[in-house]
């Protein structure tokens, strides 16, 4: 059984590797837009049926699109983005009014976004052999769709009224998640290193506790889910510069910056 398998799975990928690689990116976001386009058309009730179904179609198709040098803790960090998207944007949508208009804009950004984060996971994947520029731009554009899942992530989840401990413990999961990915783009090495999840975890401990508080104060959902993002911003950004040897001083000043700003906003948004 194991042989036919394999069999079965060497004559897919060589039928796969026939088409080229960025019409595979092409093809994969035009197959999720198109399944983000029909779960659009049900309630809230299907959600749990649809989050697996993009969980599972996501990762199969992050595959196919990437295909070639797939190795050990890759097989992880090389799909988390393309389906944390893919969730933040699924449920992102019920916070939408239910109409034409807003439901087109909403498929074409989600499939150029998935189109992007796809691309980004191609170039961790071959990073090595690429150059600098090009991984510095597909780090800029990864950490971008980051701030956009958490955001789009935390705006659901509080928009939905859980528990506070439910909140803290979702908010931790997926900023462990975030950056335990960002922090593997530092060296993209084939191994988990006991940093990655150390700096993850700590991330992901410091967010779990502002959502915590965050449960507790009155702020609308938009504006803490905005606060969270630029906590991770500024916290993740500062860890990624430190262990990229690129902490200088105008580094700490910008992502500090933005972080009192923010700050401010939300404080200026309480609603006593």
Same mark, same amino acid.
Request: glycine content about 4%; some cysteine.
């Given at each position: ?29 035009? !197959? ?16 749990? &049926? ?31 983005? #393309?389906? !944390? ?11 939408? #009014? ?6 087109? #804009? ?15 996971? %191609? ?18 554009? %990864? ?23 439910? %909140? ?14 960002? &922090? ?10 006991? %940093? ?21 104060? #009155? ?45 401010? !906003? ?7």
């Amino acid at each position: 059984m194991r042989k036919f398998l394999n069999n079965l799975t060497g004559i897919w990928q060589k039928k796969a590797l026939r088409i080229e690689k960025r019409f595979r990116f092409v093809i994969s976001a035009i !197959i999720l837009s198109l399944l983000m386009l029909v779960s659009t058309f049900f309630l809230f009730e299907k959600a749990i &049926i649809f989050s697996l179904l993009f969980f599972v179609l996501g990762y199969l198709l992050t595959y196919f699109s990437l295909l070639e040098g797939i190795e050990r803790v890759e097989w992880i960090t090389l799909f988390l983005m #393309p389906i !944390i998207l893919t969730l933040s944007f699924y449920l992102f949508y019920f916070l939408f #009014p239910v109409r034409w208009l807003t439901r087109l #804009p909403f498929i074409v950004l989600y499939g150029i976004s998935i189109y992007a984060v796809l691309l980004c996971s %191609n170039i961790f994947n071959v990073g090595v052999e690429k150059s600098i520029q090009l991984y510095r731009a597909a780090f800029s554009i %990864n950490f971008f769709y980051q701030m956009v899942a958490s955001f789009l992530f935390n705006n659901a989840l509080f928009s939905f009224k859980l528990h506070f401990i439910f %909140n803290a413990l979702l908010v931790f999961v997926t900023a462990f998640l975030l950056g335990f990915q960002l &922090i593997w783009t530092v060296k993209l090495d084939l191994r988990v290193e006991r %940093n990655t999840i150390i700096y993850g975890f700590f991330i992901a401990l410091v967010l779990a506790e502002l959502a915590l508080v965050g449960s507790f104060v #009155p702020l609308k959902s938009t504006v803490l889910a905005l606060f969270l993002a630029s906590s991770y911003y500024s916290l993740s950004g500062l860890i990624y510069s430190y262990l990229d040897q690129r902490l200088f001083k105008e580094t700490v000043r910008e992502y500090i910056s933005v972080w009192i700003v923010v700050f401010m !906003i939300t404080l200026l948004s309480l609603q006593w």
